[in-house]
């Protein structure tokens, strides 16, 4: 059974800092990598994805998140946060197109 | 195009009722996924429908839940004799199988309160 460890419930952070949301995951097979972003009131937005290939996989609004095999992590890292990326944000793993097992979530909360 | 998209919005019952919760997925997804998501939970899968397969229902909590998949396409969730802790949001998904990079595609999600 696969699962999702994200260490991090709440992660501050001041605007134009850099700032890494971690994610660990357990799993006996290979599994396809997520990272979603919920903004407040709205529904889940997909960031980025780790199907294979490149193990730096690059998403949208300027997001990045490097796959590690050997430390199975997939951790999103962005070089500069703006106010509006406040949001939660949930790590999740999937085998093929099965269901999405998703992490706890951590909520990114930039501050002028 | 258009997006997955749920109704109603909200929905407050009270315990006890039942309750059914519509999903239409983007036209042309094949798999459909329904969720929950609450507080003391997090995100929680509930049930896969995939094509002409039989359903994944592991993630169903109790024999209370129910869903359907109609032509494919439409699907209701139903939650049969309503309890609080049944209150979260219930969010659909859908996906297109094959070289979409397995993306799920979320709706709002419906929230529902019991009470």
């Known amino acids: 059974a696969q699962s999702v460890t994200q260490l991090d419930s709440q992660v501050p952070v001041f605007e134009e800092a850099p700032v890494e949301l971690r994610c660990n995951y357990s799993?006996?097979?290979?599994?396809?990598l997520f990272w979603y972003v919920q903004y407040p009131n709205q529904g889940l937005q997909l960031l980025l994805k780790y199907l294979s290939g490149s193990t730096l996989v690059k998403g949208i609004n300027g997001f990045e998140a490097e796959f590690n095999k050997s430390q199975t992590s997939f951790h999103l890292r962005k070089p500069s946060v703006h106010i509006s990326d406040t949001a939660e944000y949930f790590c999740?793993?999937?085998?093929?197109?099965?269901?999405?097992?998703f992490g706890t979530g951590t909520r990114l909360q930039v501050f002028p | 195009g258009a997006g997955v998209s749920q109704s109603p919005s909200n929905k407050v019952t009270e315990k006890g009722k039942d309750v059914e919760l519509r999903c239409d997925p983007i036209?042309?997804?094949?798999?459909l996924y329904w969720y929950r998501q609450s507080l003391g939970q997090g995100l929680e899968f509930l049930i896969y429908f995939q094509g002409n397969s039989a359903p994944d229902k592991s993630g169903l909590p109790s024999d209370r839940f129910s869903a359907e998949r109609t032509g494919g396409s439409v699907s209701t969730l139903t939650i049969q004799r309503t309890q609080q802790e049944d209150s979260a949001v219930y969010l659909c998904?859908?996906?297109?199988?094959?070289?979409?990079?397995?993306?799920?595609?979320f709706g709002p999600g419906t929230r529902l309160t019991v009470t």
């Open positions: 999740a793993v999937s085998m093929n197109t099965d269901k999405l097992i």
């Open positions: 799993s006996s097979v290979s599994v396809y």
């Open positions: 998904a859908s996906s297109r199988i094959g070289n979409s990079g397995y993306e799920q595609y």
């Open positions: 036209s042309g997804h094949t798999a």
